[in-house]
């Protein structure tokens, strides 16, 4: 039981490039969600999928798009990458829909943007 | 609007210290109430939770009360080992949607 699985685990890009973190969960949860990591401001919420087939926007979207793939899969995607972007980016899921509920972390995607 | 605030790490500890790890809420309605954990090069994970008002969150020798009349929610544990030193983060949510929101993180070392 793999739980939440990211890919990858360490990236470094260029300004301007694009690029794709993936997740996957194998626990049938319905919400699934994309926060960023900073050093003194915790976890912020990026943008998340209530359930299959549905994304929201969270607290710092802009620079970021999302796919809900299927139940199992939620992507992030940074489509011209800024240096403003290097963070961990963690996704997380949950059973059930909105955020009462506990939360699975997978372990991380540190990524830099140079 | 709601918000987490936690007292500032790190936080350095002998081992068999006792621990408290203060976290104060803003919030409308009433919200769950949670702490994570995140050991090195880890995801979070959940470490306890309360749902309402006077309930007491417990594992692995950490306890937390939910304090509606303080707003807060502060970790505590008897006796601390090597093995908790960690990053923790307090967490509120269900108020308003589907958002939880994390506090700033408290890291915490402990030596032996």
């Known amino acids: 039981n793999a739980g939440v699985t990211q890919t990858p685990k360490f990236q470094v890009l260029k300004t301007g490039q694009s690029m794709t973190l993936q997740c996957a969960q194998d626990?049938?949860?319905?919400?699934m969600y994309w926060y960023r990591q900073d050093p003194g401001m915790g976890l912020r919420l990026i943008y998340y999928s209530a359930s299959e087939g549905t994304t929201d926007k969270g607290e710092v979207p802009n620079g970021y798009n999302v796919s809900r793939l299927n139940k199992r899969e939620f992507s992030l995607r940074l489509e011209s990458a800024a240096p403003s972007q290097t963070s961990v980016y963690f996704c997380?899921?949950?059973?059930?829909?909105?955020?009462?509920?506990?939360?699975?972390f997978g372990p991380g995607t540190r990524l830099t943007v140079l | 609007g709601n918000s987490v605030t936690q007292m500032e790490g790190p936080v350095t500890l002998s081992e068999e210290a006792f621990l408290t790890i203060n976290c104060t809420y803003t919030a409308t309605g009433y919200p769950s109430l949670f702490w994570y954990v995140q050991y090195p090069g880890e995801g979070l994970q959940l470490l306890l939770k309360?749902?309402?008002?006077?309930d007491k969150g417990s594992n692995k020798g950490f306890e937390a009360t939910y304090r509606k009349e303080t707003t807060s929610f502060h970790l505590e544990k008897g006796s601390v080992q090597v093995s908790d030193s960690a990053v923790y983060f307090c967490a509120l949510s269900g108020t308003g949607g589907f958002k939880t929101i994390f506090g700033a993180g408290t890291r915490l070392f402990v030596k032996a």
């Open positions: 309360a749902t309402k008002a006077d």
């Open positions: 626990m049938n949860h319905n919400s």
């Open positions: 997380a899921s949950s059973e059930l829909r909105g955020s009462l509920d506990e939360q699975f």
